[in-house]
């Protein structure tokens, strides 16, 4: 079952339309709500202590029989990370994380980490964006793209050992990427296909499209 998150950040538009399309479970984080009402869809749930939400778009959704879950302003997790453990709670195997990224850069890094905090092996996790899908691994992933998209991996641990990769315009074998390095930031993809493998550590693979 795929859950969709909507936070308050970037309004989702390219990618992020396509995932709401594919949402089992649709919940917005606080003003996250504000995204979807313009966008013409109805969440499962809003959660957060709304602050940010407008009070009409609320109480347009509430009488829309919209779930409600409210948490007050001074609480240790902010509402995209709340918006998450309810999610696990139901059992989805999938969640993308959308309006993850904004002009709030700490929100913004917070959504990435929680990309680590949350990895499990029973539930993806993705921040998907406009042009952009991010996640991240500890053993081997693919990639699946257009040939010249760019892919970039960072080490999200102090070092991460055995890097690979196969199908970029850069390969690497058996290589050492510590965290702080650009040796990963924009590789390309030679075809449709790409693999990213590691042997110990945590990357993070982020996937832009390519428009040129």
Not at 171 to 199: D, Q, R
Request: with cysteine.
């Amino acid at each position: 079952m795929k859950c969709v998150i909507v936070a308050g950040g970037e309004k989702p538009q390219g990618n992020s339309l396509a995932s709401l399309e594919q949402a089992d479970l649709l919940i917005c984080a606080d003003s996250g709500a504000n995204h979807v009402y313009e966008l013409g869809y109805v969440p499962d749930l809003i959660i957060g202590d709304f602050d940010s939400i407008k009070p009409e778009i609320l109480q347009a959704y509430c009488a829309k029989g919209c779930a409600i879950k409210t948490y007050p302003s001074e609480k240790d997790y902010t509402d995209t990370e709340l918006a998450i453990q309810l999610a696990l709670q139901e059992g989805v195997t999938q969640i993308d994380l959308l309006g993850a990224i904004g002009n709030r850069l700490d929100h913004s890094l917070a959504n990435i980490f929680l990309l680590v905090t949350y990895q499990s092996e029973n539930c993806q996790i993705r921040i998907v964006g406009s042009d952009c899908i991010a996640w991240v691994t500890k053993d081997k992933a693919v990639v699946l793209g257009d040939p010249g998209d760019f892919v970039s991996i960072i080490s999200l641990t102090r070092v991460s050992q055995g890097v690979g990769l196969e199908g970029f315009k850069y390969p690497l074998c058996n290589a050492s990427i510590f965290m702080g390095s650009t040796l990963g930031i924009s590789n390309e993809l030679l075809s449709t296909k790409g693999i990213i493998s590691v042997n110990s550590g945590l990357l993070l693979i982020i996937h832009t499209k390519n428009s040129v």
